[in-house]
C-alpha cells in the first residue's frame, strides 16, 4: 500500500515538473523569438534546447530552477551562428549571441 502511494506520488512529481518545465521553454522560446526579431536577425529552426539544468539563488535570495537553452540563427541567411538564454524559475535571466556579421543591404 505504501509502496503505490510513493509511486503516485513520484509520477505526480515528475509530471508536474514536466509540465513546468514546457512552460518555461514556451516562455523562453517566446523571448528568444522577440530578441532575434530586436536585433534583425532570423531564427533558425524555430528550436531551442536544453543544455544545462541546475540551482541558483534569485535577487530575493530564493532558490530557482536555472536552465540554459541555446538556439541558433543567421544574420545573412547564409551563416549558423549560436546563441543562449538563461532563464530563472520562469524569468529571462539574459540572452547572449555570439558575435556575427552584419547585413550588407
Known sequence: MIDDILFISLLLCAFLYWTTAQKVKEIALRATEDYCFAMEVQML?????????????????????????????????????????????????????????????
Open 45 to 105: 529552426d524555430a528550436y531551442i534546447a536544453l543544455s544545462k539544468l541546475g540551482f541558483e539563488r534569485d535577487n530575493l535570495g530564493k532558490m530557482q530552477i536555472r536552465r540554459l537553452f541555446t538556439f541558433e540563427f543567421s544574420s545573412t541567411g547564409y551563416e549558423r551562428y549560436s546563441g543562449t538564454i538563461i532563464m530563472l524559475g520562469n524569468k529571462v535571466k539574459s540572452i547572449v549571441m555570439e558575435p556575427y556579421r552584419l547585413r550588407n543591404d
